[in-house]
């Protein structure tokens, strides 16, 4: 964009078209104080602090030229003859704003005075106060007095619910609407508003349950008052005796950077931490009010060791001793291992060295082996979106096509930066078999028959042909190779049968794949109902290598997938396929227990939970170990329980969907000074590498706790997590770089300017710990050969209806354990059409019973109206045990009613 | 100048029962619309409009053609507005319009909305105005039966249809971006000026928005020509002006008046005011509704035009003419002039808020003997505070009674803040004038 060049309290510069007034004067280094002008959200000029004296060169109406003075220069002419909120003026060339006239003074004066009027000045009991934008303009620009009466104020109940999270003040509400404007503008969930009108005007809430958002937590951040409290924080503690600890959330894979902040060793609240590549300025509830649990009491504090069917505390020489015992006694091919996806790289890393070197075996998985796991699919280590993508940049000129996938719920950031994209005029296509949210901010939104997401992707490739759409560069490089099955899956595939299949019409699918293919950036985001066919992510691949959108920033595949570092289990080696002769994975090392398998070593999974099979086969093992904070379903099978440190315990990686790697560091000592995970794998193989049971050394702490500390037989040598991540860099490809002190480098984060803290003052926290580093995608390697593949579709199952599961952010989780967001977790149910229930003459909450080829459950009935006929979705949360119902991706049931 | 032999928006006053349809129809009722539609383009009405230099009688006074070419080219939808939330104290002619004349008010917007080439219009009327609304579907039915509305209008083929949307009872929804939010079906406040509603107003489409005055000037306009519209008034200001007439006056009420005419021959014609209450002289004139600075005697030789208002200090605005006598404090009128303004201020920007809400408060303690020592300098910083900062203009008109009443006044206020008692208890300033609904 050009730049116009504008003058700021004689500070000349030039900046681009369009920006406006407040924030060219920031890039001048002149701070204007505001309250309701938030940059990420649309101006609104409410609050009237950001007024300026603007002028701008007198034109002459006749000849359209500049007036110039007798000095030469042009003839000024103040704007509208009155101040101007510098919000809502964009700026224009040979502008000349003045901030800090008398004229100005006074009414920034003015408008502090009038706000105060109705302030409470309750600070010292106020939990803002020390980070509250309203105590510290007026510091800097308010009276020094007030001639305001105290028995003036307005006084109304204090405080009352917006809703079970969010606390209104109305008293200390300043009324900028940023809260109701970031609900509307950016979550797009409108369930804030206002009542009444005046001075009695008021924030209130308008949804069922109320302020029914994932995002709601972030008003608290962006109110510049005390308005707003969650009830998570209040009155815990003043915020400054808390000490912050940059960390990044693990409940969803798009790792969004946050800030622990600590009272000594209690953790008081999580905070966004500003990251423009990851979560901008934002964090979903979830990862706000989601990490309570590592501080419950019922956390495991020692080993347990089961004797004569009961367990009993053990020291950890005899836990580890008793491991590697029993796990050295079997062959490779005997024993397996699980390692759960939201563990951080350095543990899932020495888990897999752990097998393949320790123990010579291959049967290793991150999924718990129910028949709703997805297919492994690492298409996005080659076709991912390339280094230096940031969703935050990207507007005009982007395609973005989400297929199968809920991002609110699987990875609820996504809903926000997806949307901001279409906003910013960029092309958003939300392809899905049933509402889901996004589709609202669409700017094409693509209903296809429920599970047939395959065949739309397959005709996009055909598209591709049909339309000439593949990019010459692409196609001239020679790079691409199709195998044999491609070519077949091609000819046995027509575009009009596809296009029928999904019950579009075919300029649906054209306009698509045109708009993808003509756009100079392309990013295909694809999710829980995509990956469950492995036909969708090759289809994908193939469509996005065809038309140029890989290997190279801001294009190419974003998959969410379970777990919040599910690419790190991959990347890590968590899976029966990374090396050698390939392994068993989750299901059938269920399938083989007792047979081919004897033992099983579980960390951070609980495959009981959902699924009856895992916890019949547990019963079939010899040995099983369990690593995990607290006793789970799947721990009591085990012979051994190891305890285990708390992400925020500890320090350590994570890679996100984007495979960005992340460092996030220790913010609280573990109780009982328990080990990482790592540790406990870095223990158990120092054992087996000197093939007889070796009393570990242990020393006890003051307190008498005792920690383990590795000594150094055969390369497992890790003092610190570090040394871990040393190994990671020099073994793992892509990971070379990222060293801790690469990680941890905050250049090109949002470039702070003096005075920032008036924009986002408060409760934004700077990135200065790290951005993490995205792993180059191995397309960005021109030399890389790009073998496309395709499969056939799954077939659609025959049957009353079909059963598709769906993935829910309030899954009822270990992570809700002490969470706030508990009593929003929905139990189980299943989601059926209005007229599947009306047939079946049931209403909402009624019980039916969902029978499969493998099971039945009864459950409680939910309406969607805007689902099919003859499809059924199943959310996967606590105590739906999918595991018993599913046959394949897509399932076929009958229901009746219960 | 005598009174008006033909009146132009008041027709009542000329023809006995022109409310009932067959008699607006017996005097020519729909002609200047049968005329346009059939033989004129719409540019060719809005070349009339701007020849005969019809002005917004709303309050700005803007010129009606101009504005109606602000529409941007080939932007389909678009909709016409009629603003009749006639909220604005003393002002209460439209509210005669709609009763005694409906039918030219729906002949004006069927040609207006024909000249902007739009096929919807809504009339916004003040929620309390029920039995108005009534009587305004009613004429509406009666144009639809003949076809003078709805599809295919007298078989050309221009189809419109006109909705009448009862407010619920706020001034600042007679602000023109405030209307369309609450036409909208949300909170009635303000919007963000750009973009200006000629590009982006009702569901974000290009809106014309006049008022009912203005738009019952068009049918006479088109029906009669430019050169008999331009008889009347000034050069600068055209036609004539309904004005709301209320106060001290012996003879309150709507009066049509060319524009132009001297403000005392208002007061004091016989056919008019009839001159003062008791014969008291005039202390204070409001020339155009609550948000006019004040006028006080010796500027009772003013034309009543948009111009010679402007050159005494004050505005025409909506052409109510509130004249007071000297029975009346300038304490206690700007006291209660401000507590309506503060009754009626959205909230939306922190100045007005605020600032009408803590005017408000110092003023009645002034008014009632308990005013503080600094309280003058205090209101003069409240005010300016306030002034030129707030977001529309129902700040900036809160600030006009105060200032008036400091400027012309300041003994009254040192009077009131020294001696402690200066009245008995505040009486109503402004005595209510009912218009009858029939």
């Known amino acids: ?898 | 100048m005598p009174p008006l032999t033909e009146h132009i928006v008041l027709r009542d006053l000329d023809i006995p029962n022109i409310r009932d349809f067959d008699v607006y129809l017996q005097h020519g009722g729909y002609e200047a619309f049968r005329s346009a539609v059939t033989e004129k383009t719409p540019a060719e009405i809005i070349g009339m409009v701007k020849d005969a230099g019809l002005r917004g009688r709303g309050g700005a006074g803007f010129p009606t053609g101009v504005k109606w070419g602000f529409l941007p080219k080939d932007v389909f939808p678009r909709y016409l507005l009629c603003n009749c939330d006639e909220s604005e104290p003393g002002t209460f002619n439209n509210h005669q319009i709609i009763d005694r004349n409906p039918h030219q008010l729906i002949e004006g917007i069927a040609l207006s909305a024909y000249a902007v080439e739009c096929h919807t219009a809504y009339i916004y009327i003040r929620g309390e105005f029920a039995a108005a609304a009534r009587t305004l579907d009613a004429a509406i039915q009666n144009a639809y039966a003949k076809g003078f509305l709805g599809k295919n209008i007298l078989g050309t083929g221009y189809d419109l249809d006109v909705f009448v949307h009862r407010g619920a009872g706020a001034y600042i929804c007679g602000e023109e971006t405030a209307l369309m939010e609450s036409l909208e079906g949300k909170i009635g406040q303000p919007r963000l000026k750009p973009p200006f509603p000629a590009v982006a107003g009702l569901y974000a489409k290009p809106t014309i928005i006049n008022n009912v005055e203005t738009l019952a000037n068009v049918p006479m306009i088109i029906g009669k020509g430019v050169q008999w519209y331009r008889q009347f008034g000034t050069e600068k200001s055209p036609g004539t002006k309904a004005f709301s007439l209320s106060g001290h006056v012996n003879n309150p009420g709507n009066y049509e008046l060319p524009f132009g005419l001297p403000l005392r021959e208002l007061i004091y014609a016989p056919e008019y005011g009839g001159g003062m209450r008791g014969d008291r002289p005039v202390k204070i004139v409001i020339p155009g509704g609550a948000s006019a600075p004040w006028l006080t005697a010796d500027k009772l030789d003013i034309t009543l035009d948009y111009e010679g208002v402007a050159a005494a200090g004050s505005m025409l605005g909506s052409g109510a003419v509130i004249v007071l006598d000297e029975t009346v404090s300038a304490v206690e009128l700007a006291y209660k002039m401000d507590e309506f303004f503060k009754h009626e201020s959205c909230g939306k920007c922190t100045p007005c808020r605020e600032g009408t809400w803590y005017l408000t408060k110092v003023l009645h303690r002034v008014s009632t003997g308990h005013g503080h020592a600094n309280d003058i300098p205090l209101l003069h910083d409240v005010y300016n505070q306030m002034a030129g900062n707030c977001f529309c203009l129902l700040g900036e008109s809160a600030v006009s009674p105060i200032r008036s009443a400091l400027k012309l006044f300041p003994e009254e206020f040192e009077a009131a803040i020294r001696n402690g008692t200066p009245r008995q208890a505040p009486r109503l300033a402004i005595p209510l004038v009912a218009v009858a609904a029939d």
């Open chain 1, 1 to 898: 964009m050009p730049d116009v060049s504008v003058t700021i309290d004689g500070t000349q510069i030039n900046v681009p078209v369009g920006t406006n007034v407040v924030d060219a004067a920031r890039l001048a280094g002149v701070a204007v104080p505001v309250f309701c002008y938030h940059p990420k959200m649309k101006p609104v000029g409410m609050c009237r602090m950001c007024l300026v004296e603007v002028y701008t060169p007198k034109v002459d109406p006749a000849t359209r030229q500049v007036v110039m003075g007798e000095d030469g220069k042009p003839v000024l002419a103040l704007m509208m003859n009155k101040l101007q909120t510098g919000c809502t003026t964009p700026i224009s060339e040979g502008m000349v704003v003045n901030t800090a006239s008398d004229r100005v003074k006074f009414a920034q004066k003015g408008v502090l005075e009038f706000l105060l009027t109705s302030h409470p000045l309750d600070c010292p009991v106020c939990d803002k106060g020390g980070e509250c934008p309203l105590q510290n303009l007026t510091m800097q620009w308010g009276p020094d007095s007030s001639r305001f009466d105290y028995e003036d104020k307005i006084h109304f109940e204090k405080p009352i619910p917006l809703g079970d999270l969010i606390l209104l003040d109305r008293e200390r509400c300043i009324l900028c609407s940023r809260c109701v404007r970031f609900e509307d503008e950016l979550a797009d969930d409108n369930v804030l508003g206002f009542g009444s009108r005046g001075r009695s005007w008021e924030i209130i809430s308008k949804s069922t349950p109320a302020f029914d958002s994932k995002f709601s937590g972030n008003t608290t951040d962006i109110c510049p008052v005390g308005a707003l409290t969650s009830s998570d924080f209040r009155f815990k503690a003043r915020v400054w005796e808390l000490k912050s600890t940059p960390s990044v959330c693990n409940l969803c894979p798009v790792g969004c950077n946050t800030s622990l902040d600590m009272r000594y060793n209690e953790l008081m609240r999580v905070m966004p931490r500003e990251n423009d590549a990851v979560n901008e300025i934002w964090v979903c509830d979830k990862g706000r009010y989601g990490h309570r649990y590592a501080v419950q009491e019922n956390r495991l504090t020692t080993p347990l060791i089961k004797r004569n069917g009961e367990f009993v505390s053990a020291t950890w020489e005899q836990a580890y001793s008793l491991i590697a015992e029993r796990l050295g006694s079997y062959s490779g091919a005997q024993v397996a291992g699980l390692a759960g996806p939201k563990l951080p790289n350095e543990d899932l890393f020495s888990f897999a060295r752990l097998f393949r070197e320790n123990l010579g075996s291959n049967n290793l998985d991150h999924r718990p082996g129910s028949p709703a796991d997805l297919p492994l699919d690492d298409l996005p280590r080659t076709y991912g979106v390339g280094k230096g993508t940031n969703l935050m940049t990207l507007g005009k000129g982007t395609a973005v096509l989400v297929i199968g996938a809920d991002p609110e719920e699987e990875a609820p950031l996504y809903q926000l930066r997806l949307r901001a994209i279409a906003q910013r005029g960029g092309d958003l296509t939300v392809v899905s078999g049933y509402p889901t949210k996004l589709e609202r901010s669409a700017t094409r939104k693509v209903r296809v028959k429920p599970g047939t997401e395959a065949q739309f992707a397959l005709a996009l490739v055909q598209a591709v042909a049909a339309e000439k759409l593949a990019s010459e560069e692409v196609l001239g490089s020679g790079r691409l190779k199709f195998s044999d099955e491609y070519r077949r899956v091609l000819a046995a595939h027509k575009f009009d049968d596809l296009v029928a299949a999904t019950g579009l019409a075919r300029e649906v699918v054209i306009t698509t794949a045109k708009a993808f293919a003509s756009a100079e950036h392309g990013i295909i985001v694809y999710g829980r109902s995509a990956a469950a066919d492995p036909a969708i992510p090759q289809a994908l691949a193939a469509f996005a290598a065809l038309t140029g959108k890989l290997g190279k920033a801001n294009s190419g595949l974003i998959a969410l997938r379970p777990g919040g570092n599910f690419r790190g289990a991959l990347d890590m080696g968590v899976r029966p396929d990374a090396a050698g002769q390939p392994g068993l994975s989750a299901q059938q090392v269920w399938q083989q227990a007792g047979t081919g398998v004897k033992a099983v070593y579980i960390a951070a999974l609980n495959p009981a939970a959902e699924n009856p099979a895992a916890a019949q086969a547990l019963q079939k093992l010899d040995f099983v170990v369990v690593q995990d904070l607290f006793l789970t379903e799947t721990a009591q099978y085990a012979d051994v329980v190891l305890p285990a440190a708390a992400v925020i315990e500890r320090e350590g990686t994570f890679t996100n969907a984007e495979r960005r790697e992340q460092r996030f560091r220790q913010a609280r000592q573990a109780p009982a000074n328990l080990p990482a995970d790592w540790q406990s794998f870095q223990a158990v193989a120092q054992l087996l590498a000197e093939r007889a049971p070796v009393a570990v050394a242990a020393r006890t702490l003051k307190k008498g706790a005792k920690v383990f500390t590795p000594e150094a037989p055969q390369g497992w040598t890790a003092m610190l997590t570090s040394d871990v991540n040393d190994m990671v860099t020099r073994s793992v490809s892509g990971y070379n770089a990222a060293s801790y002190s690469a990680l941890s480098t905050s250049r090109g984060a949002w470039g702070r300017q003096p005075n920032e803290a008036v924009y986002y003052d408060g409760t934004s926290y700077e990135n200065t710990e790290g951005v993490g580093i995205q792993i180059a995608a191995s397309a960005e390697d021109s030399r890389t050969t790009l073998q496309l593949n395709l499969s056939a579709p799954a077939l659609r199952p025959v049957g009353e209806l079909v059963l598709l599961p769906v993935a829910r952010a309030y899954d009822g989780g270990d992570w809700v354990r002490g969470s706030k967001l508990s009593a929003r977790q929905v139990p189980a149910h299943i989601i059926m059409s209005v007229a599947d229930t009306a047939r079946l003459d049931v209403g909402i909450g009624e019980l039916v019973t969902v029978s499969s080829a493998a099971g039945s459950i009864t459950l409680p009935v939910q309406i969607e109206t805007g689902l099919d006929l003859g499809v059924a979705l199943l959310p996967e949360v606590r105590g739906s045990t999918l595991g018993a119902l599913l046959t394949g991706a897509q399932t076929a049931i009958t229901v009746v009613k219960a």
